[in-house]
């Protein structure tokens, strides 16, 4: 059975920093490429980076700079550096695993709140 457990979200304060974590289990995680999404109230789910199995990342142009996906294929796990957070970037973060067969799945989300 597939599973992706997202931790690390929160409340910040703009400018501030947060590291979203995503442990994945029952893929073959180094195999599989790896994303976040977001999606805020009201709007469609929208992708903010991802990584490849060769570690190429592509990113949203509303968070190159700010942001950075990384993997550690040793721990299955993703991760998401958010460093000067803003207002519009509160939202549910969602884990997202593609694997070879083009099998799409899914974490449950962690919720981001960036606000005075």
């Known amino acids: 059975q597939v599973q992706l457990v997202e931790s690390g979200g929160g409340l910040v304060q703009p400018g501030g920093s947060l590291r979203l974590s995503c442990a994945a289990s029952?893929?073959?995680?180094?195999?599989?490429?790896m994303a976040w999404y977001r999606q805020a109230p009201g709007k469609q789910r929208d992708l903010v980076a991802r990584?490849?199995?060769?570690?190429?990342?592509t990113y949203s142009d509303s968070v190159k700079g700010r942001f950075t996906i990384t993997r550690d294929n040793a721990k299955s796990t993703v991760y998401l550096q958010m460093n000067n957070l803003e207002p519009a970037d509160t939202a549910d973060y969602y884990c997202n695993a593609v694997t070879m067969n083009g099998a799409d799945y899914w974490g449950k989300g962690t919720l981001v709140t960036v606000s005075p």
């Open positions: 990584i490849h199995t060769s570690g190429i990342t």
């Open positions: 029952g893929i073959y995680f180094r195999f599989t490429t």
